[in-house]
């Protein structure tokens, strides 16, 4: 059942009620603001063109320039010379920990991935927690701890805006999961997806 069609950073999303979503938030900073400018004025427009065409709004999110763009920035922030916090150990696991920390009580989390800029995760949120909410406590706990672990308290830490992308069958949700555990391999961290740390394909037993 659709709850909503609303706006999040790149991209328009769905509220969907028991929906299972992959989901991408960075840090702040990650992407020059440049290039974030000219990203955003894109996403302007698949959103104009988006609402311009006949199809209904649960089919507008499969639109082929959709799903190129998010490629795109996810390829970019692979690339990005920006703040790599996350790249920090402590940090990382601080926010392996809180993504973990929930999982069966408010959401399945199916996989999960820091990476040394941003995050990924494919998780389906239970009961009464929404989406907004998962990822507003994930990155409120993990903003605070991490700028006093870092002794800059007050500062930006995540990225505001964040994408989401509603999965509707098994097999997009079992190439969504083995897209974040090679995210690691592609970029060139790590040679196996178990061999990072930061990933559900290191600890399957507990995060499946």
């Not at 840090?27 to 698949?46: F, M, T, V």
């Not at 150990?89 to 989390?109: D, K, N, T, W």
């Not at 507003?136 to 964040?162: C, I, V, Y």
């Amino acid at each position: 059942m659709l709850s909503g069609l609303r706006t999040r950073g790149y991209l328009p999303h769905l509220s969907v009620e028991g929906a299972t979503y992959f989901v991408t938030f960075r840090l702040a900073g990650s992407l020059p603001h440049d290039l974030l400018a000219s990203l955003k004025e894109r996403r302007d427009d698949l959103m104009r063109r988006a609402a311009a065409d006949p199809q209904g709004p649960a089919d507008r999110e499969r639109h082929p320039p959709f799903s190129s763009f998010a490629d795109e920035v996810d390829s970019l922030l692979d690339q990005s010379t920006g703040e790599l916090w996350l790249g920090r150990p402590e940090i990382a696991s601080l926010v392996a920990s809180a993504l973990q920390h929930f999982a069966g009580q408010r959401y399945q989390l199916r996989a999960w991935c820091v990476m040394p800029n941003h995050v990924h995760a494919v998780l389906r949120p239970l009961g009464t927690h929404t989406l907004d909410s998962i990822l507003h406590s994930w990155k409120s706990f993990t903003a605070n701890e991490a700028n006093r672990m870092l002794d800059r308290r007050g500062r930006p830490f995540w990225q505001p805006e964040s994408y989401d992308h509603w999965i509707r069958e098994d097999v997009e949700l079992s190439q969504c999961c083995r897209y974040i555990e090679d995210n690691p391999v592609k970029s060139g961290l790590c040679e196996r997806p178990e061999d990072w740390p930061w990933s559900s394909a290191s600890r399957r037993d507990l995060s499946r």
